[in-house]
């Protein structure tokens, strides 16, 4: 459990936290026509009838948008309902032309499921911890309300107007910044993976509503605030922050937290009201009568089913016990789709350069994409072009590698040049002189000279003064330019110097 707890003048508070996930739905059409999704297009050009509620008009569901959800629910291990229903949700707003949103609120088509948080002391989480999941139900977007295109008025932009999402119910199991911020992060982690919504927070086609509450430990759950549209897991973790010490101070000063729906302002990093829910809304909740109910046959959940891919913590656990990484490296590689992706391209191509099994070369190919091809082309800046460093570029380096024919050093160097230039790395090594010398004759040759002008420093290193080894070590280096192969360096030193 975290530790996370906020001192106020009375004592201890625990945070309570709950997420509401809106993910949209990947999907060429929107939920119930056939207009576009795509984001980024003219305001007002991909929106249909449907979607502009001109009468008469018909819903009519999209299979794809159903599947993608079914496909998430099962990620989550969560409970499939075959018997899903849509009802109208009834609300008068600039942006919702047809007055009501089509929701699911009575018969969702997923029910409850989890999610692992793993383990991150450095990040305040100190054990494995599993959310539980209430629910995930379909529904309609709404438009977009534009208040600074002009002066006195309003625009209404409806692109967005009828795009599914998927409403991710968490419980209220979290109970720190830093869990909210991890389950954020591993759900959408979780969405990119099955390939069921992009994840991109910043274009809104992901984005949460933060529930926080607070309350002396042991005690009942206290009255919760609800923070609206939050699109990033950083400002995710600045809301439960503020919103947390805000209650505890309204508390502690002897007023009430009132249960209210609030925004959260980017500039200040504070929330403020947006509107009291002191009564319940009545949104008339009732089915829909112009779509019938949802009901998922046997065959179409195992097609959903047999087309997931290998989940983060199945490929973690894989990656660990048949690769041998270590658990660091494990996760750094499955947090994101592209990471693993890169990874397992630069897997494959390695060992087919070595002719090593995956196991061999794993915990090699593991350091190279985590952190030293990272570094180099941070290093370089502007001037590394990254698309020169295909796989089998940066495999190739790896083989000379691992045959001993460059060091680690001169490994960077030839990467830098791949990126800057395009060159291949066998070319480079050889007409840059980037190549190790195992020539014992030649590596012999230099460490004679250096033990015979350094008799003095041979007597006092067979004395006992055992640490002029790395004297005799940096000398032959330098002798050869750097050029010397380290092993042979050592074996070589060590039977002289016996």
């Known amino acids: 459990m975290s530790d996370y707890r906020i001192q106020g003048a009375t004592g201890e508070w625990e945070v309570v936290i709950g997420l509401e996930v809106h993910a949209q739905v990947t999907s060429n059409a929107k939920l119930f026509s056939g207009a576009s999704t795509a984001f980024g297009a003219e305001p007002n050009s991909q929106v249909s009838l449907v979607d502009a509620a001109m009468p008469g008009m018909l819903p009519v569901p999209n299979a794809e948008c159903i599947r993608q959800a079914v496909r998430t629910g099962m990620a989550i291990e969560a409970q499939i309902n075959k018997y899903s229903r849509f009802d109208r949700k009834n609300y008068f707003y600039a942006d919702l032309p047809q007055g009501y949103q089509i929701s699911q609120l009575y018969h969702p088509i997923v029910g409850e499921g989890q999610l692992l948080i793993e383990a991150d002391e450095k990040h305040g989480i100190p054990e494995d911890k599993v959310i539980g999941i209430e629910r995930i139900h379909v529904e309609q977007d709404a438009g977009k309300l534009m208040h600074d295109q002009h002066p006195t008025m309003s625009y209404v932009d409806l692109n967005r107007s009828g795009v599914a999402l998927m409403e991710i119910v968490s419980r209220p199991d979290m109970r720190s910044p830093a869990e909210a911020g991890a389950y954020v992060r591993k759900l959408r982690s979780i969405l990119r993976y099955v390939g069921s919504c992009d994840g991109n927070m910043e274009e809104g086609s992901m984005r949460a509503d933060v529930n926080v509450s607070v309350r002396k430990a042991g005690e009942e759950f206290g009255t919760r605030t609800e923070t609206k549209n939050v699109n990033s897991v950083r400002f995710v973790m600045q809301v439960i922050e503020y919103e947390a010490n805000r209650q505890v101070d309204v508390l502690e000063s002897g007023g009430t937290v009132d249960q209210e729906t609030r925004l959260f302002d980017v500039a200040t990093g504070t929330t403020r009201t947006m509107r009291s829910k002191e009564d319940a809304h009545d949104y008339r909740y009732f089915p829909d009568p112009d779509l019938l109910p949802l009901v998922l046959e046997d065959d179409f959940l195992e097609e959903c089913r047999a087309s997931l891919p290998e989940l983060p913590d199945a490929k973690r656990v894989r990656y660990e016990s048949e690769l041998g990484l270590?658990?660091?490296?494990?996760?750094?590689?499955?947090?994101?789709?592209?990471?693993?992706?890169?990874?397992?391209?630069?897997?494959?191509?390695?060992?087919?350069?070595?002719?090593?099994?995956?196991?061999?070369?794993?915990?090699?190919?593991?350091?190279?994409?985590?952190?030293?091809?990272?570094?180099?082309?941070?290093?370089?800046?502007?001037?590394?072009?990254?698309?020169?460093?295909?796989?089998?570029?940066?495999?190739?380096?790896?083989?000379?590698?691992?045959?001993?024919?460059?060091?680690?050093?001169?490994?960077?160097?030839?990467?830098?040049?791949?990126?800057?230039?395009?060159?291949?790395?066998?070319?480079?090594?050889?007409?840059?002189?980037?190549?190790?010398?195992?020539?014992?004759?030649?590596?012999?040759?230099?460490?004679?000279?250096?033990?015979a002008n350094n008799q003095d420093k041979v007597e006092q290193y067979k004395g006992g003064k055992d640490k002029l080894f790395g004297f005799f070590v940096g000398q032959t280096m330098k002798a050869m330019q750097g050029k010397a192969n380290p092993a042979v360096v050592n074996q070589i030193l060590k039977d002289k110097l016996a």
Not at 362 to 380: C, D, E, F, R
Not at 397 to 422: C, N, P, R, T, Y
């Open 326 to 451: 270590t658990p660091y490296n494990a996760r750094e590689l499955t947090h994101e789709v592209e990471t693993f992706a890169r990874f397992e391209s630069l897997l494959e191509a390695t060992t087919k350069a070595t002719g090593k099994t995956d196991a061999q070369v794993a915990t090699q190919v593991a350091n190279w994409a985590l952190s030293v091809a990272p570094g180099v082309i941070k290093s370089i800046g502007d001037e590394a072009n990254v698309a020169n460093a295909t796989a089998e570029r940066q495999a190739s380096i790896l083989a000379m590698q691992d045959k001993s024919e460059i060091s680690g050093s001169q490994a960077k160097e030839i990467f830098e040049i791949v990126l800057k230039e395009g060159r291949e790395p066998d070319e480079i090594a050889d007409t840059e002189g980037l190549k190790q010398v195992s020539d014992t004759g030649a590596i012999e040759a230099a460490i004679d000279d250096i033990l």
